[in-house]
Every structure is written in structure tokens, then in C-alpha cells.
């Protein structure tokens, strides 16, 4: 792989990416390449606002859950304004990318992300392995769940982060969205906030009031 974007066309989660002339580029959901009747925006602002809602219009509060809204292209003045508008899809996903491509993404165990949280989060640390495996492996599943590629471990000794999720949830060259295609991964080098909340949700009632 060589650079975010790489060579166009090409594809990030659920967008598809393409080069429209003129040094334009065009983005669009990959489920809707071949539709005409796409409603036409320009400009990467407009990306904060189609990344916010899925279909339902219900708010999406992970931008790398496989529920990106459709019906929508984003036509822009170049590959600069392109990364900008890829960056508001998923943010911070660009530069854990370069870092990675460089060799010098540092990642995180869980139980290290899960020792250094503070306040209502810090009982999330109490959570056993077993329902580590079960939380992560229901909420970070790419079917319904995060698109992301698995990076981290569960702690130091390496520990696989989640035995109920497949071997290719961790392979940067696999295609989350389960297409199959050709895609740039969005890595994951750290359990997010959502993924510590339902930790913290799903440590045990007893434990939580030893807090």
C-alpha cells in the first residue's frame, strides 16, 4: 500500500473514491456506484454532515460503524480536499494509517486502556477476561458493529483482543465490509470510548458497588 488514499479509484470503509477530471475528486457510498439519482454536494464540509446520521436518521456516535447513510456524492476540487472529507467520515483513521505505513503506530492493550481510566470508567478495569471477550467480540464485530481493524491485544503478554472474533477482524489487508474488494483499512490501535463504556457496563453489579 502507498499513501491514504492511493491510486484512484479505491476505497475507505464504505466510500468509494474516484478521480472525475479536471484533478476532481468524487466520493460516494460504495453500495451506491452505480446509482444516477445521488443527491450532488461539494465542498468536504458537507462530509460532517452526511457522516452524522445513517439512513433512519438516527445519530451515528461511531463514525466506523457499517451504517454510513446512502444516496448522497461528494464532488470535490482535489485529492487534498478529498482527505479532509475522508478525514470528517472517519476521523483520525488517515493518520493511524501513515503511522502504520511508517512502522510507527503504537498500540494499546486493553488492560492498559483500561488501567489509566478515571472517575465512573475506572471500575471498568474490574471486568474478568471472559466478559472482556464477550463485550468486545458483540460490539466490535464488523457485521453491525465497527469496521475497524483490530490492532491491539488484550494485554501485555499479547493476548488476542476478542476469541470470539475471526481471524480476519485483525488483517489490515482484509475487506471489513465483507465485499471483498480491494480497500484501505481503518485501523484500530486502541480500544475506543464506546468500547470501555460497555466494559464498564458489563463488569459485574457487585463489583461496581465495591467501587
Not at 151 to 169: F, M, T, Y
Request: hydrophobic share 35%; aromatic share 8%; proline share 5%.
Amino acid at each position: 500500500m502507498s499513501g491514504w488514499l492511493g491510486v484512484l479509484p479505491c476505497r475507505i470503509g464504505q466510500i468509494f473514491i474516484t478521480g472525475e477530471g479536471d484533478g476532481k475528486v468524487a466520493l460516494c457510498h460504495r453500495d451506491d456506484v452505480e446509482r444516477s439519482d445521488l443527491t450532488i454536494y461539494q465542498g468536504p464540509d458537507f462530509a460532517a454532515e452526511i457522516a452524522r446520521y445513517d439512513d433512519t436518521d438516527a445519530y451515528r456516535p461511531l463514525k466506523t460503524a457499517p451504517n454510513l447513510r446512502h444516496g448522497w456524492q461528494l464532488v470535490l476540487a482535489d485529492l487534498s480536499q478529498a482527505r479532509l472529507a475522508v478525514d470528517y467520515f472517519y476521523p483520525g483513521r488517515g493518520a493511524a494509517f501513515r503511522a502504520w505505513e511508517n512502522r510507527d503506530l503504537r498500540t494499546t492493550p486493553l488492560r492498559e486502556t483500561l488501567g489509566r481510566q478515571s472517575g465512573i470508567y475506572r471500575v471498568a478495569a474490574k471486568i474478568s477476561d471472559g466478559e472482556a471477550d464477550e463485550v468486545v467480540g458483540n460490539f466490535c464485530r464488523s457485521d453491525g458493529g465497527c469496521l475497524r481493524t483490530i490492532l491491539w491485544k488484550r494485554d501485555v503478554a499479547g493476548a488476542i483482543a476478542s476469541n470470539l472474533l475471526p481471524a480476519s477482524k485483525f488483517d489490515p489487508n482484509f475487506d471489513q465490509t465483507g465485499r471483498g474488494e480491494n480497500a484501505r483499512p481503518l485501523l484500530c490501535q486502541e480500544a475506543c470510548n464506546l468500547v470501555v463504556a460497555e466494559l464498564r457496563s458489563a463488569v459485574k453489579p457487585t463489583e461496581s458497588r465495591e467501587t
